[in-house]
């Protein structure tokens, strides 16, 4: 089961809000038991991963 969650927060190059959208894959057994982050997206510059090490447990 895959799910989307949009974050508000602010861009660590300019300071400007931005939203990132993270599609997760919701874990499925005891052997993985987290979510798994499947896509990030910044809506200031859509190329950009740089945060997207924040949203990985």
Do not use: W
Not at 46 to 56: F, H, L, M, R
């Amino acid at each position: 089961m895959e799910y989307t969650k949009d974050y508000k927060c602010k861009c660590p190059t300019d300071a400007s809000v931005v939203t990132h959208t993270v599609t997760y894959k919701k874990g499925s057994c005891s052997r993985y038991p987290e979510d798994i982050m499947l896509s990030f997206v910044c809506s200031r510059n859509s190329a950009c991963v740089k945060c997207s090490q924040n949203y990985i447990d």
